[in-house]
């Protein structure tokens, strides 16, 4: 079972950026699209981007423009670039492991990621 851990996450202004990591446990990394996902307090987890095994991308359309999920597969390693944070940005941030073929995992449903890490706290001052 992959295990993946999320890096990067704190505080920032209100129009900054922040860079968030995921760092996979195995080589099998390569095998699996992936995607961000975040959840703000009281609220249920939110799609954010999904990323194919090859590194074809999607994003919602919060995201689209501002934000961008490059994976390295030689290092094991999803990143998710941030850009123009907003307060509605604000969450904990999680990547994970989709289970299935990409035609189901763009669909950023959570119930097709199994495999989940622990997250990162991105807080956005206004």
């Known amino acids: 079972q992959v295990q993946l851990v999320e890096s990067g996450g704190g505080s920032v202004a209100a129009g900054g950026s922040l860079t968030l990591s995921c760092t996979a446990s195995?080589?099998?990394?390569?095998?699996?699209?992936m995607g961000w996902f975040r959840q703000a307090p009281g609220k249920e987890h939110e799609a954010v981007a999904a990323?194919?095994?090859?590194?074809?991308?999607k994003y919602v359309d919060s995201a689209r423009g501002r934000f961008t999920s490059p994976r390295d597969n030689a290092k094991h390693t999803l990143s998710l670039q941030m850009t123009n944070l907003g307060p509605a940005d604000a969450a904990m941030y999680y990547c994970?492991?989709?289970?299935?073929?990409?035609?189901?995992?763009?669909?950023?449903?959570?119930?097709?990621?199994?495999?989940w890490g622990q997250g990162t706290q991105v807080t956005v001052s206004s």
């Open positions: 990323v194919s095994a090859g590194g074809s991308s």
């Open positions: 195995e080589g099998t990394f390569t095998k699996y699209a």
């Open positions: 994970a492991a989709c289970g299935g073929l990409w035609s189901k995992c763009v669909l950023m449903l959570p119930s097709v990621f199994p495999h």
